[in-house]
């Protein structure tokens, strides 16, 4: 089974600031790899889908890039509205599975 | 406007039995594979299971196979998830998610979610 390795777990950064989360994969998934936003109490929220394409209607501030093993997310300027957990999900196809990296809780410094 | 409504959660006992249902709306449902994602209290997402357009194939976590059966009714536009043999570390909200794009086999990325429903398993 691919095993995904988020970090940080937590992290406490001022608005307007760069936020950087990465999510190993422990063998290459290529570039299927998502990235959720999850409000307290609400579902998670597609933000980037296969690496690096933006979901539609999600504000450009978010980012995301990397293949195979190594995948980058990030925030260019934080906003108050961003505090929430980020996770990142990888989708294997042999047998079919998602496999999600244990979350990124962001605060606002 | 997609919409996915679960319903179906409570308390169960250990051992026991829950069905748990998805009504979707505002999407051609039979088109796109579903998926059903948990979360137990203060924990991280964990994909449980997912289904294809047709239904014709299944895919389930190696901690609920055997245990748990998700199925889908196209005529009814509903998901569901029959949850037997139900174990304390089930205690979770579930959710049903539906893919991003139409006519793939599995959820690769889902766009939607429901809101969840929880699942208590305690005596």
């Known amino acids: 089974d691919i095993q995904m390795t988020q970090s940080p777990s937590s992290l406490s950064a001022s608005v307007g600031d760069r936020v950087t989360i990465t999510c190993q994969a422990s063998?290459?998934?290529?570039?299927?790899l998502n990235w959720y936003q999850q409000k307290p109490g609400k579902a998670p929220k597609l933000l980037i889908y296969?690496?690096?394409n933006l979901e539609t209607g999600v504000p450009s501030r978010f980012s995301g890039s990397g293949s195979g093993t190594d995948f980058t997310f990030t925030i260019s300027s934080l906003q108050p509205e961003d505090i929430a957990t980020y996770y990142c999900?990888?989708?294997?196809?042999?047998?079919?599975?998602?496999?999600f990296g244990q979350g990124t809780k962001v605060e606002i410094k | 406007e997609v919409q996915l409504l679960e319903s179906g959660g409570g308390l169960v006992q250990p051992g026991g039995s829950l069905r748990l249902s998805c009504a979707a709306s505002?999407?051609?449902?039979?088109?796109?594979?579903m998926s059903w994602v948990r979360q137990a209290p203060g924990k991280g997402l964990e994909w449980v299971s997912a289904?294809?357009?047709?239904?014709?194939?299944?895919y389930y976590a190696d901690s609920v196979k055997g245990r748990f059966t998700i199925s889908r009714d196209n005529s009814k536009n509903t998901l569901y998830l029959q949850m037997n043999s139900l174990r304390a570390e089930d205690t979770a909200v579930y959710y049903c998610?539906?893919?991003?794009?139409?006519?793939?086999?599995?959820?690769?990325?889902?766009?939607?979610w429901g809101q969840g429903t929880l699942v208590t398993v305690s005596s």
């Open positions: 998610a539906k893919d991003q794009s139409s006519n793939r086999v599995v959820v690769v990325a889902a766009d939607y």
């Open positions: 505002g999407f051609t449902f039979s088109s796109y594979a």
């Open positions: 289904i294809s357009g047709s239904g014709g194939s299944t």
């Open positions: 063998q290459d998934i290529s570039n299927y």
């Open positions: 296969d690496a690096s």
């Open positions: 999900q990888q989708y294997d196809n042999l047998p079919p599975a998602w496999t």
